[in-house]
């Protein structure tokens, strides 16, 4: 590939002939030396000291030539790690607002976190705080804090997976859906909590809130795959007791040792119940401690226990370990708080992988009735390591996924958007209404207006802008039978 004559660009032509394929937001791969990874940020440079045509600049900086890149980009930049998140809020109060949301911080306070923190609210402006569909993720991250670093298809750093991917499609997503007329400004709102990743205090403090949602989308590395929910988790403290002595005369003693084995064996080798969408419980005994010298017959030990629950509820599992340590001598086991029940979330779109998960989320903190969906850009398997990274297209999927999941929530049932409670709100039957897909039955309105996800929307811009999702939607139809929608301009 040449472009402009600078001596990077030069010694591109004389480069060894590995290549890497350049992976561009608009869907095209060039095949460039391996040699432009190491030069990226000098020909950067040099180009932007030149004028050239804007899709030059869009192959020689992806990321900052691309809304959605150079979003996530900036979040990922911020520190936020659990407790740290008030510069992270800012700023994305400040994006939210320069793109037309309002936005309300919201105050988190916590005894383990003494520093300012925020949740982020947002809706559209004309919107209103009651929208019936959620997209939601979090802003803190684990330590420790890793810089951004871009690459030609990845992009490395804390957060870049777990969860700011998330955050950024998300948000691009109701912006094109926005921008393309597919939704009405009082159909999304947005929510991005702190202390995701301790003690959920961000996503709990939202149920002191008179706040409901008929779905709530929540963003966490699902691979791009629709989760039919996760494990639970439960954490379990068992002790031992004995009484020291000399090893050499054993019958002076009681070994707590020798208690914890025989406890760790029984619980190590106990069949649990699982469940067909979850898969198996799984017991990790994670911790052991105990005695204090080989020559001393041992007191106390210890051990940690974590038991990721794939049956339907806790309790089911709790009974059965609680049975197994009954009668063993000198040993005690102490359930840990918090634990959760597995969580099972709706997945009733077609179109999508499905995937279960063994690693938690927010789901269980936010209460509620809404339909519970779950999914995002990336791999639980990176998240928390230190080579967190996110592929660029991945980025790119789940902004395509999350507008579906939109849509498809709003196709597969009609969801209510308006306050039933106000009258002016009611819309006359409108018979005629626009809808993409032919085999909707539209029927008489009886009560307040919903929205159609297409029915504000041009159907010719609509074809030309997305007509690959399109195809994809019309699988998904509506499940009742009153099918109704606003109409701006009635
Ligand atoms: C679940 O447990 C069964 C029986 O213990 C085992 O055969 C199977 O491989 C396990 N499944 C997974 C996914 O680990």
Same mark, same amino acid.
């Given at each position: ?381 990176? %998240?928390? $390591? #230190?080579? +967190?990274?996110?592929? !660029? @297209? *991945?980025?790119? =999927?789940? /902004? ?54 297409? %029915?504000? $929307? #041009?159907? +010719?811009?609509?074809? !030309? @802008? *997305?007509?690959? =999702?399109? /195809? ?19």
């Amino acid at each position: 590939m040449r472009l402009y004559a600078s001596p990077s660009l030069i010694a591109l032509s004389a480069a060894p002939l590995v290549v890497h394929s350049l992976q561009l937001p608009f869907g095209i791969d060039i095949q460039i030396p391996a040699v432009l990874d190491a030069h990226l940020n000098t020909i950067k440079t040099q180009i932007s000291q030149i004028q050239v045509p804007a899709f030059i600049n869009k192959i020689i900086d992806p990321t900052g030539s691309s809304p959605l890149l150079s979003l996530h980009r900036d979040l990922v930049s911020i520190p936020s790690v659990t407790g740290n998140e008030e510069q992270v809020a800012r700023f994305l109060e400040t994006y939210l607002q320069s793109k037309g949301f309002k936005v309300e911080l919201i105050p988190i306070q916590s005894p383990e976190y003494p520093k300012k923190r925020y949740n982020v609210f947002a809706y559209p402006e004309g919107g209103s705080r009651s929208a019936p569909i959620l997209l939601t993720s979090h802003i803190d991250t684990v330590p420790p804090f890793l810089p951004f670093k871009d690459g030609l298809r990845t992009v490395h750093g804390r957060g870049s997976c777990d969860a700011k991917a998330s955050v950024a499609s998300q948000i691009i997503a109701a912006e094109e859906l926005l921008a393309q007329k597919h939704i009405t400004e009082d159909t999304v709102s947005l929510l991005f909590v702190v202390g995701e990743e301790t003690n959920g205090d961000g996503m709990r403090h939202m149920n002191t809130y008179d706040l409901k949602w008929d779905a709530v989308v929540f963003g966490e590395p699902t691979e791009l795959k629709l989760a039919v929910g996760h494990k639970g988790l439960a954490m379990l403290e068992v002790e031992a007791k004995g009484r020291a002595s000399h090893s050499g005369y054993p019958n002076l003693g009681i070994n707590a040792n020798s208690h914890m084995i025989n406890a760790l064996y029984k619980l190590d080798n106990l069949k649990l119940p699982s469940s067909d969408l979850l898969g198996n419980t799984t017991l990790n005994i994670g911790v052991m401690s105990g005695g204090v010298a080989a020559n001393v017959i041992p007191a106390s030990a210890k051990a940690e226990v974590a038991i990721r629950i794939g049956a339907e509820h806790f309790i089911d599992v709790k009974v059965l370990v609680d049975d197994a340590l009954k009668g063993i001598e000198g040993v005690e086991a102490t359930w840990k708080q918090p634990h959760y029940d597995p969580v099972f979330c709706d997945h009733d779109l077609e179109g999508f992988e499905t995937i279960a998960l063994s690693y938690g989320t927010d789901i269980p903190n936010l209460k509620g009735r809404h339909k519970k969906y779950l999914y995002g850009p990336g791999s639980i398997l990176v %998240a928390h $390591g #230190d080579n +967190e990274k996110i592929d !660029k @297209s *991945d980025l790119y =999927e789940a /902004v395509k996924g999350y507008k579906r999941i939109v849509r498809g929530i709003l196709n597969a049932k009609a969801v209510v958007v308006a306050d039933p409670a106000k009258s002016e709100t009611v819309v006359p039957p409108v018979k005629a209404a626009v809808v993409v897909e032919p085999s909707v039955q539209v029927v008489e309105p009886e009560v307040e207006k919903v929205v159609v996800p297409e %029915a504000s $929307g #041009d159907k +010719e811009d609509y074809k !030309k @802008s *997305d007509d690959e =999702e399109k /195809v994809e939607y019309v699988t998904i139809l509506p499940v009742e039978p009153i099918y109704k929608h606003e109409r701006k301009n009635d």
